[in-house]
């Protein structure tokens, strides 16, 4: 089942902060974070391993709570070249069997 | 430098034709997988492979077939049994816990 994100977009002018959400409904062993731009194809932003603590790099970073199954992908300082679409992707089988059930995303747009 | 190289970059099938989607990786990743994309549904599984001559099918296998007979290669075969196969195609290719790698895509169109 695919992991929900919430919102399912998000406007802001450069500068400002977005949250972007990822919950599963299945116990949680990693999640990724990649970013699309349009007609192009996802690029890997982050991943958060289970028992792990946040992570991130330059403004943009992420925390994974295992009990409540959910992960948050946080852009601080927005600028334009984050718009996109954001996507998480959750690995619920936490063995070798090793696959990412993607959300439907989250469409971000950052205007001057 | 390593990647992944999709091909061709758009496709156009008639009805009833089967068509072949190429993925190549030179990134010596054990793990490569097949994701469609449709407007406002996410990537969603359609096979993926961790090992040569292995693979498994994922949330929407059907209508579809692949084949891993080398390491850098998994093609997709979208067959006549797809009803509804217009979409955007993503490769991707991953090696244990590290972010996948994805491929540039092929936009299939029925006509």
């Known amino acids: 089942q695919q992991p929900v994100q919430s919102p399912q977009a998000v406007i802001l002018r450069e500068g400002e902060d977005a949250v972007i959400n990822c919950s599963s409904s299945?116990?949680?062993?990693?999640v990724h974070w990649y970013r699309q731009k349009h007609g192009e194809a996802p690029v890997f932003l982050m991943i958060l391993l289970k028992g792990g603590e946040q992570k991130g790099h330059e403004k943009i970073s992420a925390s994974f709570n295992e009990k409540k199954q959910q992960s948050s992908l946080y852009l601080t300082a927005s600028q334009l070249s984050y718009s996109g679409t954001y996507f998480c992707g959750t690995d619920n089988s936490g063995g070798s069997n090793y696959k990412l059930t993607f959300g439907k995303g989250t469409l971000l747009t950052v205007n001057p | 430098d390593g990647g992944i190289t999709q091909s061709p970059k758009y496709l156009f099938r008639k009805e009833g034709q089967n068509v072949t989607l190429s993925c190549e990786q030179n990134l010596n990743h054990d793990a490569m997988y097949w994701y469609r994309q449709d407007p406002g549904q996410g990537l969603r599984l359609i096979y993926y492979?961790?090992?040569?001559?292995?693979?498994q099918k994922g949330d929407i296998a059907e209508g579809y077939s692949v084949s891993r007979e080398k390491k850098e290669s998994f093609p997709l075969t979208v067959t006549s049994a797809q009803k509804n196969p217009t979409a955007f195609y993503l490769c991707?290719?991953?090696?244990?816990?590290?972010?996948?790698?994805f491929g540039s895509g092929t936009r299939l169109t029925v006509v």
């Open positions: 492979s961790q090992i040569v001559n292995d693979f």
């Open positions: 299945k116990a949680l062993y990693s």
């Open positions: 991707a290719s991953g090696q244990g816990l590290l972010g996948y790698t």
